[in-house]
Structure formats: structure tokens, C-alpha cells
């Protein structure tokens, strides 16, 4: 009916979220990771789940409450268990909206005992991680809506369009986040989606809650 179209207008979608930093660990009880809380991304689960849609999230470590009606939860550490996570749950799936603050390096090698303090100086070796996005952009179908998130802090807008091209995706929501109402932890967020066909909408600052709702509007009515 007309009525359930507009209540759950993802109804029979699909979706892969995923949320969070990811953890890179030195050794038993040190990792590297960054200031992601996870609310944008559990924001959109959970608005997803809202509007119908089948949501599946692969969460990094978060304090955040696991949001209701998902039709799956995976809970991960590093960015390549959310790798492995991503493209084990990537078939059938129609969107894919990738808000995790995934670790650019790890450390080369896993040291599997504590790390005993000994000179004045410590060298610390890093890899390069998968880039998880790039990898989804290079094996989509042609069905499946790709979203990216940027995090900036200079050359927002440039360095957006950049990552959406070299990443191969539909869309990408760029985050200034040096702003104090923006980005990291915060409760609201400020930003600018850019689509591949180039159109450009810069939201108000508004809560991570009422964003979510107003990207899913958004890409429902360009599905
Ligand atoms: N991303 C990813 N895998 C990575 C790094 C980033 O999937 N190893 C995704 C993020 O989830 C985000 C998008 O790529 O949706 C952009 O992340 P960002 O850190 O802003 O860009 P990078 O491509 O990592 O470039 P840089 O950090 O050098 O600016
Ligand atoms: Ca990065």
C-alpha cells in the first residue's frame, strides 16, 4: 500500500554499514586507533532499520548501544577483520555506506609478548592496511549505491572528489573535522555530499540522529 511505501521506504534493501575506529594491535596491550566514536555510522543503522531496510553492521570497538532491529551485527578489531567481515557479507547486498574510521597502517609485526621498555627511543614499523573501500568501488556491481565518508582537515571539498573518483564510488559525505560541531564524538555533524554526477549539497549543522535520516532521503531518492 501507499501507506507502507512511505513508512518503510528501504523496504527490501539491503545494507552494509560499517562503524567505528578499528584497532591495531602492537602487541597484548597496546594498540593505535583513532577518535571515531561510532554515532554516525549507528546513527545510519539505525535509521535504516527504520525505513525498513535489511541492515547489516560491522562495528569496530564503540561504547554505543547495538541499535534495534539489525538483521545482522558483527563486532571486529582491526581494519583487516573488517575486511574480512565486508567482503563476507558484501553478496546481495544493494548499499553500502562505509562511515568506519579505518586505520591507514597497523604495525608491521604482532609482537605476541609485552613490549619491556629498554632504550630512550623506539621505532615502531608500519604497514599499509587494505583500503576497504577501494576494493568494494573496484568490485561493485553495477546495481550496487557505494557511499564513502571523508574525514578532512584542510582542502575538504578537493580532497572529497578526489577519494570519490579514485575510489570509484557513488557518493561521498565530506566531514570538516576540525569544526567543534562536526566530526569526532560529537553529537552533531556538519557536511557536504557530493555525488559522482557532481551535484553538491552542504547540510546545517544538525544532530548525527537527524543527518542520518536526511543522507537515507537523500540516496532513496536517487536509488
Ligand atoms: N577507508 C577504507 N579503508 C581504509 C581507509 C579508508 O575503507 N583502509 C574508507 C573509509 O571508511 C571512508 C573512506 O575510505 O569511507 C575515506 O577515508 P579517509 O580516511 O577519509 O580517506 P583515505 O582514502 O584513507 O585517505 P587519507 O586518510 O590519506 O586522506
Ligand atoms: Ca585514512
Redo the contacts with the bound molecule.
Keep these: 500500500t501507499m501507506n507502507l511505501l512511505e513508512d518503510k521506504p528501504l523496504a527490501g534493501q539491503k545494507i552494509l554499514i560499517?562503524a567505528g575506529p578499528t584497532r591495531e594491535a602492537l602487541d597484548p596491550v597496546r594498540y593505535m586507533t583513532n577518535h571515531s566514536s561510532g554515532k554516525m555510522g549507528y546513527a545510519i543503522a539505525e535509521a535504516a532499520a527504520v525505513k525498513g531496510a535489511e541492515v547489516t553492521l560491522i562495528s569496530g570497538p564503540v561504547t554505543l548501544e547495538k541499535p534495534d532491529n539489525l538483521k545482522k551485527y558483527i563486532q571486529i578489531e582491526s581494519?583487516e577483520e573488517m575486511?574480512t567481515a565486508v567482503k563476507d557479507n558484501l553478496k546481495d547486498q544493494n548499499i553500502i555506506i562505509?562511515?568506519?574510521?579505518?586505520?591507514?597502517y597497523r604495525p608491521k609485526v604482532y609482537i605476541d609478548k609485552k613490549i619491556k621498555k629498554s632504550d630512550e627511543h623506539f621505532n615502531l614499523t608500519l604497514t599499509r592496511?587494505?583500503?576497504?573501500?577501494?576494493?568494494?568501488g573496484m568490485h561493485k556491481t553495477p546495481e550496487q549505491l557505494i557511499v564513502?565518508?571523508?574525514?578532512?582537515t584542510n582542502d575538504v571539498m578537493e580532497?572529497g572528489i578526489s577519494?570519490l573518483k579514485?575510489?570509484n564510488i557513488d557518493m561521498?559525505i565530506v566531514n570538516d573535522v576540525t569544526r567543534a560541531d562536526a566530526g569526532f564524538g560529537t553529537d552533531t555533524n556538519c557536511v557536504t555530499l557530493i555525488d559522482k554526477k557532481g551535484n553538491k549539497k552542504a547540510y546545517p549543522v544538525m544532530p548525527k540522529k537527524q543527518l542520518a535520516h536526511s543522507i537515507l532521503d537523500y540516496i532513496i531518492a536517487n536509488l
Excluded: M, Q, R
Excluded at 129 to 136: A, E, G, Q, R, Y
Excluded at 148 to 152: N, Q, T
Design positions: 560499517t581494519a575486511f562505509k562511515s568506519a574510521a579505518v586505520a591507514d592496511n587494505p583500503d576497504i573501500l577501494k576494493w568494494i564513502g565518508f571523508a574525514a578532512e580532497n577519494k579514485k575510489k561521498i
